[in-house]
C-alpha cells in the first residue's frame, strides 16, 4: 500500500533546481512561488509527489556512497538498525571515541536519510529514522512498514506547511498509530525549548496508557538523545524535561545549565482539555470515538485555537484515529474531516 504514487513533472524548471541544488539554497516549508510543500531540511529538492492535492517536494537523491545499503545485493537491502557502541553510557557518551556515531544519529534526526530496499532509493524523514532506530515502547524495536514511513512523509509535509494545523488519518487497526504520535511527542518534546505538548484519547484511562508508554520509551532513549527531567522516575501526568542534552544537531552546542523547559502531559477527555495554553504539538488519539459530551468537531474548534499565536499557526496536531458509528463520535470526526478538504482552502 503506497501513498506517494502520483509524481508531479516540470513543476520547477531544471536549470533552476540544478542551481539552488548546488547551492542548497531551497528552504524547508511552503513554496508559494512553486506551490510545493518542501519537507528537505538540507537545500535541496528532488522529486516532487502529489498526495492528495497537497504537492509535497522530497530532497534530491544523494550520491550512492552516502545511501544506506549502498553495495549490497538487492535481497540485502533491508532496515538493520543501528546498536548503541558497545561501553557507550551517560558519562562517556560525549568522548571522542564516540563523535562520529553521535553526529551521525544527530544528522539522521534532522535531515533524515535514504535507504536502498530492494534496489530502490527511498527517503525516511527525520522523525521516522528516530521511531525505528530509537523508540520502544514493548520488548523490540519496530519494523518497517513502507505505508509507515509514506505517511511520515506527509506527516512531515503538515509540519512544514504553515497553512496547516496538522493531519486528520482514519486508520486501520493494529496500524501504530498511536505509537508514531508517541514518537512525535518525544522526538519534539526532547529537542524543542518552551514548549508544551499534550495529548488525549476517547477515555483519560486510555490517554493515560498511551502516556505510560511514552515514559517507557522515554526511559529507554540513548544517552546523547536524553534531556535531564525534573527528577521524577516514573512521572503519573507530566513528563518534563529541565535541561538539554549537551549537544542536540551538528555543530551546535548547548552550555550547562540552559532549561529546555519542555513539557509532554496527558489529560482527560474533555471540552477545556489543552484550553488557554499555546500547544507546540498534540496527539489526539482516536478522536473518532469521542463521547457524546465532547464531539469532536466542537472540541477541535476549542484546541486548535491553542495551536495559533495571533494569526500565525504555531503548532501542529496529530489526529489519528479508527471511526465509531456517526452516532458514537463518528460524526464530528467526519464533519472536520470534510471542513479539511484541501481543494476547498481558504484564508
Not at 492535492?53 to 538487492?74: C, H, Y
Not at 467526519?334 to 484564508?347: T, V
Request: with cysteine; glycine share 8%; aromatic share 12%.
Amino acid at each position: 500500500m503506497y501513498y506517494l504514487g502520483t509524481k508531479i513533472e516540470n513543476r520547477v524548471d531544471e536549470k533552476l533546481r540544478i542551481a539552488k541544488n548546488k547551492t542548497k539554497s531551497w528552504e524547508y516549508g511552503y513554496d508559494a512561488i512553486i506551490d510545493v510543500i518542501i519537507i528537505s531540511k538540507d537545500g535541496t529538492l528532488g522529486e516532487i509527489y502529489d498526495v492528495y492535492g497537497i504537492p509535497i517536494g522530497l530532497p534530491k537523491i544523494p550520491d550512492k556512497k552516502d545511501i544506506i545499503n549502498n553495495g549490497k545485493q538487492p535481497k540485502q537491502q533491508r532496515w538493520i538498525r543501528e546498536e548503541l557502541p558497545k561501553g557507550m553510557n551517560s558519562e562517556n557518551c560525549w568522548d571522542a571515541k564516540f563523535s562520529e556515531f553521535v553526529e551521525r544519529q544527530f544528522k539522521y534526526r534532522e535531515e533524515g536519510v535514504w535507504i536502498y530496499l530492494n534496489n530502490k532509493p527511498v527517503y525516511m524523514t527525520g522523525t521516522y529514522w528516530h521511531f525505528l532506530q530509537w523508540f520502544r515502547e514493548g520488548s523490540d524495536y519496530p519494523k518497517l512498514r513502507i505505508i509507515q514511513n509514506e505517511l511520515m512523509i506527509f506527516w512531515e509535509a503538515c509540519k512544514a506547511d504553515d497553512r496547516c494545523y496538522g493531519m486528520q488519518y482514519v486508520k486501520n487497526r493494529r496500524f501504530g498509530a498511536s505509537a508514531l504520535g508517541n514518537n512525535e511527542m518525544l522526538e519534539s518534546g526532547s529537542i524543542h525549548e518552551n514548549k508544551i505538548l499534550g495529548m488525549i484519547s476517547k477515555k483519560g484511562a486510555d490517554a493515560k496508557k498511551i502516556f505510560n508508554r511514552l515514559v517507557r520509551a522515554f526511559k529507554r532513549y540513548p544517552p546523547f538523545f536524553k534531556p535531564e527531567t525534573d527528577g521524577t522516575n516514573t512521572p503519573k501526568t507530566e513528563l518534563v524535561f529541565t535541561e538539554q542534552t549537551k549537544k542536540r544537531k551538528q555543530g551546535e552546542t548547548v552550555e550547562e545549565g540552559q532549561g529546555l523547559d519542555t513539557s509532554i502531559s496527558w489529560h482527560n477527555t474533555e471540552m477545556n482539555a489543552m484550553d488557554g495554553e499555546e500547544i507546540f504539538r498534540s496527539l489526539l488519539d482516536e478522536s473518532g470515538k469521542y463521547p457524546k459530551e465532547v464531539p469532536f468537531d466542537e472540541y477541535w474548534q476549542i484546541v486548535k485555537t491553542a495551536h495559533r499565536l495571533g494569526s500565525n499557526i504555531v503548532g501542529k496536531s496529530m489526529v489519528v484515529s479508527t471511526v465509531n458509528a456517526m452516532k458514537k463520535g463518528g460524526a464530528g470526526f467526519k464533519k472536520i474531516w470534510d471542513d479539511s478538504n484541501i481543494a476547498n482552502r481558504n484564508k
